[in-house]
């Protein structure tokens, strides 16, 4: 498939410069390019559970809203 695309005329530079040293067209350079970041994109690692410290307390304060990012400010700067 045919398409046009914009590129960084630097970007296009290295990349023609890297097709003619590796002995490639521009386009394989660019499809394989193209294909390593997707691909990157899908990749999912596990991670481990995330566990939290907690400390005795009250806990959280009569009409605190965590959600309301603009109070809870207010409350911390009071």
């Avoid at 296009?12 to 040293?21: G, I, M, N, S």
């Avoid at 999912?44 to 005795?56: C, G, Q, W, Y």
Wanted: cysteine-free; proline content about 1%; overall charge positive.
């Amino acid at each position: 498939m045919r398409t046009t695309v914009r590129l960084d005329e630097h970007l296009l530079a290295q990349a023609k410069r890297h097709a003619a040293e590796s002995g490639r067209t521009l386009t394989a350079v660019l499809e394989e390019a193209l294909r390593e970041s997707l691909a990157r994109r899908n990749v999912r690692t596990k991670s481990k559970p995330v566990r939290l410290k907690t400390v005795s307390g009250g806990g959280i304060r009569a009409r605190v809203d965590l959600d309301d990012s603009a109070s809870l400010l207010d409350l911390m700067e009071s």
